[in-house]
C-alpha cells in the first residue's frame, strides 16, 4: 500500500500558512500554521503533525488491538482511545494512550496483555522514537 499526502506552504515560518490534504480525501485543504502548532491550544485555528502523529497512533492502535483480540478468540464492542502527545524542546517526548474497552468474557489480566501486545506492534508505534505508554481499562 502506498498513501500521498499533498501538504502546501506559503510564507515564512512564524507567518505562513499551510494546507495538508490527504489522497482518500478524509482531509482536504485542512489548515496548519505556526499559531496553530504553537500557539493555539484549543485547535481552533487548525492542525499540526503532532496532532496527526498521535490520531495516527491511536486509530493504529485501535485496528491493531481488534486484530489481537480477533487473534486471541475474543471480539471487541467498542475500542476508544485518547491520545496525547507531548512536544518538548522541539522534541516529540511521548504519547500517553488511554483506552476504555468494552470485550466480554475476557479476564482483565488477558486484556492488558493483549493491549501492550497491540501498542508495541501496530505499525505507527514503530516508526515512532519516543515513549509511549498506556492505560487500558475494561467496561
Known amino acids: 500500500m502506498k498513501r500521498k499526502v499533498n501538504a502546501v506552504w506559503s510564507g515564512d515560518g512564524a ?12 482531509i482536504n485543504n485542512l489548515p496548519y500554521s505556526f499559531k496553530s502548532r504553537f500557539k493555539n491550544d484549543d485547535g481552533t485555528l487548525g ?37 496525547v ?11 500517553a494512550l488511554s483506552l476504555k474497552a468494552k470485550v466480554a468474557d475476557i479476564a482483565p489480566e488477558k486484556f492488558e496483555a493483549l493491549a501492550n501486545e497491540a501498542k508495541d506492534n501496530c505499525p505507527i508505534s514503530g516508526v ?10 475494561l467496561e
Open 15 to 26: 507567518n505562513g500558512t499551510g494546507f495538508l490534504s490527504t489522497q482518500s480525501g478524509g
Open 85 to 95: 502527545l507531548a512536544f518538548e524542546e522541539g522534541v516529540v517526548t511521548k504519547i
Open 47 to 83: 492542525t499540526n503533525p503532532e496532532e496527526l502523529i498521535a490520531a495516527a497512533l491511536a486509530g493504529c492502535f485501535n485496528m491493531k488491538l481488534s486484530f489481537v483480540l480477533n487473534d486471541a478468540g475474543f471480539s471487541p464492542e467498542t475500542l476508544e482511545t485518547d491520545a
Open 128 to 137: 515512532l522514537n519516543c515513549t509511549i505508554t498506556l492505560e487500558a481499562n
